[in-house]
């Protein structure tokens, strides 16, 4: 079993960053893809970014390019994501997961794992 907890969330003013850290334990997630999923009040959960295994690759939503950054400490079993020049239709509650795959996935279904979430508002 795989445990992730993100942390890093809070409240900041359009146009600030916030690091998010999605911390795994139980298990070495170092073989594993990850990604960062979020979901506003009233909406689907919809994809932000994942990473391979082994961090060569990234992919990004298109509402997030330019914007956020993904990468990976395997080493300490954590994942990360820069958030810069934050909008307010950034807010929601961010994920992260786990999928047994070294390849990444915008496929929420195909993640086996995921965290609790952590809240990011973004006032205008």
């Known amino acids: 079993q795989v445990q992730l907890v993100e942390s890093g969330g809070g409240l900041v003013q359009a146009g600030g960053s916030l690091r998010l850290s999605c911390a795994a334990s139980?298990?070495?997630?170092?073989?594993?893809?990850m990604g960062w999923f979020r979901q506003a009040p009233g909406k689907e959960r919809e994809f932000v970014a994942t990473?391979?295994?082994?961090?060569?690759?990234?992919n990004y939503a298109d509402s997030v390019k330019g914007r956020f950054t993904i990468w990976r400490d395997n080493a300490k079993n954590t994942v990360y994501l820069q958030m810069n020049s934050l909008k307010p239709e950034d807010t929601a509650v961010y994920h992260c997961?786990?999928?047994?795959?070294?390849?990444?996935?915008?496929?929420?279904?195909?993640?086996?794992?995921w965290g609790q979430g952590t809240q990011v508002t973004v006032s205008s």
């Open positions: 997961a786990a999928r047994m795959s070294g390849s990444g996935s915008s496929d929420p279904t195909s993640y086996a794992y």
């Open positions: 990473i391979t295994w082994s961090g060569g690759g990234t």
């Open positions: 139980g298990r070495t997630v170092s073989s594993y893809a």
